[in-house]
């Protein structure tokens, strides 16, 4: 079962910064945030994971807040080619356990 | 970095035949690979773990005998439907779990086959 919980749908306008909110109050210790992003029919593509500092990279930024029951990806420029629906997930990482898909945040990234 | 290919990427097959998916690892070794499924404006369900040289393990409600997964080598996974319906006309994603180096323990998605039965 999921663990997260994340806003069906959000809008942002193009050049923006897009802050995808993801709840998981129930995080333990040792279980990594996740973020993938999904365009219309196609894999799953990585963003980003972290498991308590923030973390950026060449994509995003993650932001998990003190006590790890949330976190923020924020994508500082958002284009129209970032329109996809965009999962949030909790895993242990380095184990090769599966991922469990919440309903994710469609995206759409307005001109 | 690492690479899932699916193959085909989409196929058409008529009500009561069998298809084959494959899913490969490209440029490392998987010994588990994942397939997931996904039906329109849903999330992706995972459907069942496959474990190099041992049997998949299925999640609750998915038919084992209907959806036969073999996992023959540490590149190679496939997953196949028989005797397709059209209600089994859905998305179809892999995923693969690198053994060693930096893909060790991540998980690599592969670009999904669509499947529709008519």
């Known amino acids: 079962d999921a663990k997260t919980t994340q806003p069906p749908s959000m809008d942002c306008a193009e050049g923006r910064a897009a802050n995808l909110p993801c709840n998981h109050s129930?995080?333990?210790?040792?279980?990594?945030v996740y973020w993938y992003r999904q365009i219309h029919s196609q894999g799953p593509q990585y963003i980003i994971h972290?498991?308590?500092n923030n973390e950026t990279n060449e994509m995003a930024s993650l932001i998990i807040t003190e006590d790890r029951k949330s976190s923020t990806l924020i994508l500082p420029h958002a284009t129209l080619r970032d329109t996809a629906v965009y999962y949030c997930?909790?895993?242990?990482?380095?184990?090769?356990?599966?991922?469990?898909f919440g309903t994710g945040t469609s995206l759409t990234v307005i001109p | 970095g690492a690479v899932v290919s699916q193959h085909p990427s989409r196929v058409i097959c008529k009500s009561g035949t069998s298809v084959k998916i494959e899913c490969r690892s490209l440029?490392?070794?998987?010994?588990?690979m994942f397939w997931y499924r996904q039906f329109p404006k849903q999330s992706l369900m995972l459907m069942a773990t496959?474990?190099?040289?041992?049997?998949?393990?299925?999640e609750q409600g998915v038919e084992k005998d209907k959806f036969l997964i073999n996992h023959a080598s540490l590149t190679l996974s496939t997953l196949t439907v028989t005797s397709a319906h059209p209600e089994d006309s859905s998305f179809y994603i892999c995923?693969?779990?690198?053994?060693?180096?930096?893909?060790?323990?991540?998980?690599?998605f592969g670009p999904g086959t669509r499947l529709t039965v008519t």
């Open positions: 995923s693969a779990t690198g053994t060693s180096g930096a893909s060790r323990g991540e998980q690599y």
């Open positions: 129930t995080i333990s210790g040792n279980e990594y």
């Open positions: 972290g498991l308590k």
């Open positions: 997930i909790v895993r242990v990482a380095n184990t090769g356990n599966q991922f469990y």
């Open positions: 440029d490392f070794q998987a010994t588990t």
């Open positions: 496959s474990n190099e040289g041992s049997k998949a393990t299925y």
